[in-house]
């Protein structure tokens, strides 16, 4: 797993993205790469990542209620490299910089802009 932030403007803006490699290491090099992204405004990509499609998810332990860990079984990164991206600039573990960014978010451009700037920066 690789996980970090990158920036996507020079106002220090930056987008947390979370790396999931293939579990099948015959092929991981050659696996394709799949990008989660949450299409609903304001919604965090991290929430899947530990709760559908992710390497792991969280069960109730049945004696004392407490949040389990598991490895889980249909995660996508059983079949690709599974990137998880917080994208709006505020949403999940990407978050704002200065006062000034409610516009940001609401502005579709700016928003494929600072994907865009995101694949250029990761992909190099």
Known sequence: M???YFPVDTNGQTLFYALFESRNETTRDTD?????????????ASKQMI?????YKY???SKTGAPVLIMNEHSLNNFSNALYLDLQVGTGYTFKRGDDQDARN???????????????????
Not at 33 to 42: K, Q, S, Y
Not at 51 to 55: A, I, L, R, Y
Not at 113 to 121: G, I, Q
């Open 106 to 124: 609401t502005n579709i451009d700016q928003v494929i802009n600072d994907f865009l700037n995101f694949m250029k920066m990761f992909l190099t």
């Open 2 to 4: 690789f996980s970090g």
């Open 32 to 44: 394709p790469l799949v990008i989660w992204i949450r299409g609903t405004p304001g919604c965090s």
């Open 51 to 55: 709760s559908e499609t992710g390497p």
């Open 59 to 61: 069960i109730q332990d």
